[in-house]
């Protein structure tokens, strides 16, 4: 069946660095678009970058030049660098692939930044 395992959450202090992976497994991996999310406590989830099947990206305005989303269909594996982060960052960060009617979620890692 599909998995998806994310890890590399933790705690960090504001300004510091982290990079979460999420693992595949029981999927075409370089068929699907990939896609990170977070969810804070109280908020809505919120698409933070995307890398499409074809390798173009996209990021929403609050990360852009802090993170970057990558991705190695060999390994089955996709990455989110996160840089410069700040106490807004905190959430559960999940990990999403989908392709024409699948659509796959991993069961989150948590980040907290302190100030």
């Known amino acids: 069946q599909v998995q998806l395992v994310e890890s590399g959450g933790g705690f960090v202090h504001t300004g510091g660095s982290l990079t979460l992976s999420c693992a595949a497994s029981g999927i075409t991996f370089g068929a699907y678009n990939i896609g990170w999310y977070r969810q804070a406590p109280g908020k809505q989830r919120e698409l933070v970058a995307s890398?499409?099947?074809?390798?173009?990206?996209n990021y929403a305005d609050p990360v852009k030049g802090r993170f970057t989303i990558s991705r190695d269909n060999s390994k089955k594996m996709a990455y989110l660098q996160m840089n410069r982060l700040q106490p807004e960052d905190t959430a559960v960060y999940y990990c999403?692939?989908?392709?024409?009617?699948?659509?796959?979620w991993g069961q989150g890692t948590q980040v907290t930044i302190s100030s």
């Open positions: 890398i499409r099947n074809v390798g173009d990206t």
């Open positions: 999403n692939v989908n392709w024409r009617m699948n659509d796959y």
